[in-house]
């Protein structure tokens, strides 16, 4: 006996796009902030970079990408963030993130990036620390 293949049921697929995440930037007088929300996986992670890029190209008194509320990050948005890091110091913007859940902190951890990448609690936790960091550098300077 052989089945043909009009008989054999066929999964549904319900499958919706959505973008993977969503980015706002306010800026002050005092600092740009990014807020990312949801996945930073290789859908978005250039469109991250080059949002980050622009930020620092302004030279804002200080950077903070906020991403406390997201969800998922791929190896890629761990590159980026580095490079923000690295793009910022050249530029002399000061730069920090925020974002303490699994999602960040598990990859910065297991690669050992906490001292090059520290993530904070909130973005008033992170200002505090870019407004000590000139003081910080005095002070390794002596």
């Known amino acids: 006996m052989t089945l043909s293949s009009e008989f054999v049921p066929r999964p549904q697929r319900r499958w919706v796009y959505s973008p993977a995440a969503s980015f706002t930037v306010t800026r002050t007088a005092e600092t740009s902030v990014i807020i990312a929300v949801g996945d930073l996986d290789l859908t978005v992670t250039g469109d ?12 804002p008194r200080a950077l903070v990408l906020d991403a406390s509320a997201v969800s998922f990050c791929a190896a890629r948005g761990v590159t980026v963030l580095l490079d ?7 530029a002399g913007v000061p730069f920090a993130v925020v974002g303490r859940q699994q999602a960040l902190l598990r990859p910065i951890t297991v690669l050992g990036l906490e001292q090059v990448l520290p993530l904070h609690h909130s973005a008033a936790d992170a200002v505090a620390w870019l407004a000590l960091l000139p003081q910080l550098t005095d002070l390794n300077a002596c």
């Not at 923000?84 to 050249?90: F, Q, R, T």
């Open 48 to 59: 991250l970079a080059a949002l980050l890029g622009q930020e620092v190209g302004l030279r």
């Open 84 to 90: 923000a890091v690295a793009d910022a110091e050249v």
